[in-house]
């Protein structure tokens, strides 16, 4: 089975960073997800 990388809550954390005008080029990279990923977080947290 496969291992999650991130738990809920430090995904909620990124989200939150991104809401608060963090740019996303810069937030990926220090996270190391791509783009896609952000807005599917996005899309299924709706933080």
């Known amino acids: 089975m496969k291992r999650k990388r991130f738990s809920v809550?430090?995904?909620v954390g990124v989200l939150k960073q991104a809401e608060l005008?963090?740019?996303v080029a810069e937030l990926i990279r220090q996270v190391g997800i791509s783009e896609q990923t952000l807005y599917r977080w996005k899309k299924q947290y709706k933080v």
Do not use: H, T
């Open 21 to 23: 005008g963090v740019l």
């Open 9 to 11: 809550e430090q995904i």
